[in-house]
């Protein structure tokens, strides 16, 4: 028989935990760890011919949050020859906590770009470069483990 988990429902034999103990459970989960990293995945151009990644460390601890790290971009598209091109650089990631939207600053091969996009299942928007065409981006960030 499997233990209900409704609200107010009570399982027999077992202990309930305090409130105390609960609290500092999740106030122990919650806390911010010495290395708050994330992990970023992503595909850039019409195609999605360019996969980016890149583990990106807060910055600080004051809202809005904001990330930085080295970056790496790899051309995965079909008409790669000689092996794919690979570009290394750096990312700077600004989310609002109560907002479905996410700024970032790219610097690849010495050019910067900008990205604004929203989230849907991932986040969705358009990478502009100086002096270039924006070209979409696609990117899906997890907790880096």
Same mark, same amino acid.
């Given at each position: 028989?499997?233990?209900?988990?409704?609200?107010?429902?009570? *399982?027999?034999?077992?202990?309930?935990?305090? *409130?105390?103990?609960?609290?500092l459970?999740?106030?122990?989960?919650?806390?911010?760890?010495?290395?708050?990293?994330?992990?970023?995945?992503?595909?850039?151009? @019409?195609?999605?011919?360019?996969?980016?990644?890149?583990?990106?460390?807060?910055?600080?601890?004051?809202a809005?949050?904001?990330?930085?790290?080295?970056?790496?971009?790899?051309?995965?598209?079909?008409?790669?020859?000689?092996?794919?091109?690979?570009?290394?650089?750096?990312?700077?990631?600004?989310?609002?906590?109560?907002?479905?939207?996410?700024?970032?600053?790219?610097?690849?091969?010495?050019?910067?770009?900008? @990205?604004?996009?929203?989230?849907?299942?991932? @986040?969705?928007g358009?990478?502009?470069?100086?002096?270039?065409?924006?070209?979409?981006?696609?990117?899906?960030?997890?907790?880096? *483990?």
């Amino acid at each position: 028989m499997r233990a209900s988990i409704l609200p107010g429902a009570k *399982r027999v034999g077992a202990r309930p935990a305090s *409130r105390v103990t609960l609290s500092l459970a999740l106030s122990l989960m919650a806390a911010p760890g010495a290395d708050s990293s994330l992990q970023i995945v992503g595909y850039s151009g @019409y195609l999605g011919e360019w996969e980016l990644t890149a583990t990106v460390t807060e910055d600080d601890t004051t809202a809005p949050k904001k990330y930085s790290g080295p970056l790496s971009m790899k051309h995965v598209g079909l008409c790669t020859q000689d092996g794919p091109e690979e570009k290394s650089g750096r990312i700077r990631v600004q989310m609002l906590p109560s907002s479905p939207h996410m700024e970032a600053t790219l610097w690849v091969d010495g050019v910067e770009c900008g @990205y604004q996009g929203s989230l849907s299942d991932f @986040y969705s928007g358009t990478m502009k470069c100086s002096g270039r065409e924006g070209v979409p981006l696609k990117l899906w960030i997890n907790e880096a *483990r």
